[in-house]
């Protein structure tokens, strides 16, 4: 009896979510409640309640739990120890843009991320979460490519801050221009072209300085 009942309610908080995260991408964050949730969901308000505390704490169960299946490979990424850090981002990366080609969710999330920014009033704590998020992204990209330069796999002079930045620069640009113009951007095709030609461009041995190390 009590192991349904907690089958039961992993049921319902996944259905709370999956109900939430199509009314966020059909109406935005701001203008979705938790009472449209319960009541599309077909729920009381307090069973959203017992599940989350409010709005913000249900967007970020969301994006932890479809970031949870990607984690092994980004933590072997920051492992010093692992000996092709290189190897495992590419995969992660891989991963990741396959899963936002492939599956509705991942890129209804990503769709709402890159929306976050226009946030204000009961949304700003949520801005600041993902905002913090994305910084920390970009320190895990930092330290993946320091591990790999120390490990031989980019030439000693690469700047792993600044090809930090690079990269996710283009994983941003490509993400975004992809959902704005789907027609033009074939991501599931381009996804080997962008990483061959990123991972290349940062593997060369003799390239012009201004591109791996920081300025003067």
């Known amino acids: 009896m009590v192991r349904r009942t907690k089958e039961e309610a992993e049921q319902t908080r996944s259905h709370i979510m999956a109900t939430a995260l199509d009314l966020f991408c059909r109406h935005g964050l ?32 969301l994006w932890e739990e479809l970031c949870a299946p990607l984690a092994e490979n980004m933590y072997a990424c920051l492992n010093p120890d692992e000996p092709d850090p290189l190897g495992r981002l590419r995969i992660f990366l891989h991963q990741v843009m396959h899963k936002i080609v492939t599956e509705p ?15 204000e009033g009961e949304g700003v704590a949520l801005r600041e979460h993902m905002r913090q998020q994305s910084i920390r992204f970009h320190r895990d990209l930092e330290m993946t ?24 620069c283009m994983l941003d640009g490509y ?3 992809w ?34 190390t920081p300025n003067a």
Do not use: C
């Open 30 to 61: 701001a203008k979705t409640s938790l009472t449209d949730i319960a009541q599309t969901a077909d729920l009381s308000r307090g069973a959203i309640y017992w599940h989350f505390r409010n709005k913000e704490e249900l967007f970020v169960s």
């Open 105 to 119: 969710a991942h890129r209804q999330m990503f769709s709402l991320i890159f929306h976050v920014e226009s946030l």
């Open 145 to 168: 490519l320091l591990n790999a330069r120390n490990h031989g796999q980019l030439p000693s002079h690469a700047d792993p801050k600044r090809l930090a930045i690079l990269m996710h």
């Open 175 to 177: 993400i975004i221009n």
């Open 179 to 212: 959902l704005h113009f789907p027609e033009y951007i074939n991501l599931e095709e381009e996804i080997d072209f962008m990483l061959d030609t990123l991972f290349g461009l940062f593997t060369i041995q003799r390239v012009d300085n201004d591109i791996l």
